[in-house]
């Protein structure tokens, strides 16, 4: 059963740095390019960033362009996003999701299963 599940998420102070994992199962993994998301409340989901399969290949929103950064350990089955420079505007539900065209990153609208989340809240 293709399973992820998130984790690491927090409350932060503005300015300051969390690291989300992603882990998977049930699934090859390392076929597959996977993305996070976020939901703030009262807003659509967003994509925040991708990585292919092999993980030299990433992609990332504007808005969190130079702070973010998406990195895979194919042989842990998980997907990391240090986020650094945290503004309140980051604060979410984190997704992540497995691409449903296999190892490169698609549109934001081809990931799924989606999984609980995790709660990301930058506040002082």
């Known amino acids: 059963q293709l399973q992820l599940v998130e984790a690491g998420g927090g409350l932060v102070q503005p300015g300051g740095s969390l690291r989300l994992s992603c882990t998977a199962s049930?699934?090859?993994?390392?076929?597959?390019?996977i993305g996070w998301f976020r939901q703030a409340p009262g807003k659509e989901r967003e994509g925040v960033s991708c990585?292919?399969?092999?993980?030299?290949?990433?992609n990332y929103a504007d808005s969190v362009k130079g702070r973010f950064t998406i990195s895979r350990d194919n042989a842990k089955n998980t997907v990391y996003l240090q986020m650094n420079s945290l503004k309140p505007e980051d604060t979410a539900v984190y997704y992540c999701?497995?691409?449903?065209?296999?190892?490169?990153?698609?549109?934001?609208?081809?990931?799924?299963?989606w999984g609980q989340g995790t709660q990301v809240t930058v506040s002082s």
């Open positions: 990585i292919n399969s092999s993980g030299g290949s990433t």
């Open positions: 999701a497995q691409s449903l065209y296999g190892s490169s990153c698609p549109p934001p609208g081809s990931f799924g299963p």
């Open positions: 049930g699934f090859s993994f390392d076929y597959y390019a």
